[in-house]
């Protein structure tokens, strides 16, 4: 069954899968649209509609830098815990 989306949000959905650093599949599910429309989306996208180049490797570079960001998270919490453990046990 057809949603009838408009076209602000079809310009929408086609620069959120292409800067947001998401796979295609997760944007299209987020937005609950079918992979295959927001791909068709993309497809008949004019150049107007899409984002500089350089908006999308700012993108791009964005999302390394977030996923990098969380693992040194994930990895300091890790240390710090292990420095409680041994702390405890030279007691």
């Known amino acids: 069954m057809a949603h ?4 602000e949000f079809k310009r929408e959905a086609v620069r959120i899968a292409l800067t947001s650093g998401l796979s295609r599949k997760q944007v299209a599910s987020d ?4 992979f295959s429309t ?3 989306w993309i497809q008949k996208s004019k150049p107007d509609d899409l984002p500089p180049p350089t908006d999308i490797d700012l993108a791009k ?3 390394r830098l977030r996923k990098e960001n969380r693992l040194l998270t994930e990895e300091r919490e ?3 815990k292990a420095t409680v453990f041994f ?3 030279s007691k």
Do not use: F, S
């Open 4 to 7: 009838g989306h408009t076209d």
């Open 61 to 63: 570079e964005n999302a």
């Open 78 to 80: 890790i240390l710090k």
């Open 31 to 34: 937005l609950g649209v079918g």
């Open 87 to 89: 702390a405890g046990q």
């Open 38 to 40: 927001l791909a068709k």
